[in-house]
């Protein structure tokens, strides 16, 4: 059994103590130990508000106030728990009595854990969204300079992994782009749906003291407030959903660096990798391995099952707060964790990685032009049906020779169509292809040049909008 005089912030309706593999199970510091910052904060806020209701005088608010400080300054200098620290808020509970004496013990008046543990979650994600969005766009920023300096060179792009159409090195560069430019948007989405108000609700029915849950708000940074209590102490659905953001920046940046890993394979050779971001083999001296891309490869999966575990527990939970949802944090962090380990990684790869221009413009073939043969037909009067079948024919001759389709004669195009005409062999040009497809989002010159100006744009600094008020207040 444990020591029933451990600090705790229940046990009066027990008469034996909690049995040590209870506590084991149930001692959950160790993973939210990290919320001390914000647990600080709304209690604070809390002890203001306690004042305003009239439960605290002006002194006792005050005092409050300075203990709690102390105390974060104390754990920002290092303080660690104590095995009887069942979780951070018990944690700040102890070290707050320490400070202050008995009058700690009225913080805890019309509050639950229940609501207070939603707060410092709420509060912990939105300061996690500000970072993933810092650390999505630096990456974004090494796309876009990639980019730029690939403007001028061609490359195949592939569907099924088989060569397609010639492209713009940086079309493919910027294709990676977007997607973290929508990831970016659900970051700002999360943001917002991490920014309503549980304080006030308590363990389930809502407080019972004449707090301002708006002063609260306001000098919390929320947007607004909870509309029912029930519904504030058990609602994740912001952890689902900052969890399914960092599922798809995963995956995005996994899809980048399977690119980036192929490219820099031998046989393909477009991309060299630096020496920052790579490792070597333990046997093989020339071994040069993206390990860094590798890992964020991996990291994918990580982050889809970090999702999958919240999502399976919330589905099977009654309303109102569960012990359940005390494992919402250890999903939470890692998944953010993982991600803000990986952005920075790969950033780092792309940016030391060298793009082999002459590789990649050698492996486009006239073959890849089959579809520019056919435009030329249909714009000679010809139906695409009746052009497709046409190029299909040549490239089976093409095939059965053992050449591409600019070393066959110019007969054996004519033999195809009647409609082919002296200059067919100009459409066989990767240059002019890339350069017919101009029209918005295309890889035409023009069109990447937009691109690049819109991809810019989208990075350029937005000054900073308050989630609320954020008032800062103080019980003076």
Not at 97 to 125: C, F, M, P, Y
Not at 209 to 237: E, K, Y
Not at 380 to 391: D, L, P
Not at 422 to 438: H, K, Q, Y
Request: negative net charge; aromatic residues 6%; hydrophobic residues 45%.
């Amino acid at each position: 059994m444990s020591d029933h005089t451990s600090h705790k912030l229940w046990g009066g309706r027990f008469s034996t103590p909690s049995a040590a593999a209870l506590e084991s199970l149930n001692r959950s510091i160790g993973t939210d130990y990290r919320l001390w910052p914000f647990d600080i904060s709304l209690s604070q806020a809390w002890a203001v508000a306690l004042w305003g209701a009239g439960v605290l005088t002006l002194e006792e608010s005050k005092r409050i106030e300075r203990g709690l400080g102390v105390v974060g300054q104390k754990l920002a200098a290092g303080a660690q728990p104590l095995t009887s620290d069942e979780d951070v808020h018990t944690l700040i509970d102890r070290m707050l009595h320490e400070e202050v004496g008995d009058i700690a013990s009225k913080l805890h008046t019309g509050r639950s854990r229940n609501d207070q543990v939603a707060t410092a979650t709420r509060l912990w994600s939105i300061d996690a969204c500000t970072k993933l969005d810092a650390s999505a766009r630096s990456l974004q920023q090494v796309m876009l300079d990639q980019a730029a300096s690939l403007e001028d060179v061609l490359m195949p792009a592939y569907t099924h992994l088989q060569r397609a159409q010639p492209v713009s090195a940086a079309h493919w560069m910027l294709s990676h782009f977007w997607p973290l430019e929508r990831d970016r948007a659900r970051i700002a989405s999360a943001s917002r749906a991490a920014a309503v108000l549980p304080l006030g609700a308590g363990a389930i029915a809502g407080c019972a003291f004449p707090i301002s849950r708006v002063l609260l708000q306001g000098s919390l940074g929320f947007t607004s407030l909870s509309q029912n209590s029930i519904d504030a102490v058990g609602d994740r659905d912001f952890v689902a959903e900052l969890l399914f953001t960092v599922a798809m920046i995963a995956t995005h940046v996994s899809r980048l660096a399977e690119d980036l890993i192929i490219y820099g394979s031998s046989e393909f050779g477009f991309v060299q990798f630096g020496d920052a971001f790579t490792t070597g083999s333990s046997m093989m001296p020339q071994k040069r391995n993206p390990d860094a891309l590798e890992l964020a490869r991996g990291s994918g999966a990580r982050a889809i099952g970090d999702l999958a575990t919240l999502l399976a527990t919330l589905k099977g939970l009654p309303s109102g707060y569960n012990k359940d949802l005390q494992d919402d944090k250890r999903v939470l962090f890692d998944g953010v964790d993982t991600v803000l380990l990986v952005l920075p990684a790969v950033a780092g790869a792309l940016q030391e990685i060298r793009f082999n221009a002459k590789r990649m413009r050698a492996a486009i073939s006239s073959s890849m032009m089959a579809t520019d043969l056919a435009d030329y037909l249909v714009e000679k009067g010809a139906s695409f049906r009746e052009a497709h079948a046409a190029i299909g024919e040549l490239i089976r001759e093409s095939e059965q020779e053992g050449c591409e389709l600019d070393a066959l004669p110019l007969s054996s195009f004519k033999s195809a169509h009647s409609l082919f005409g002296d200059d067919i062999l100009d459409w066989l040009d990767p240059a002019r292809s890339v350069a017919r497809r101009d029209v918005p989002g295309g890889t035409g010159p023009t069109a990447v040049a937009a691109q690049i100006r819109a991809a810019r744009e989208a990075l350029w600094p937005v000054n900073e909008i308050a989630r609320g008020n954020e008032l800062v207040l103080r019980a003076i």
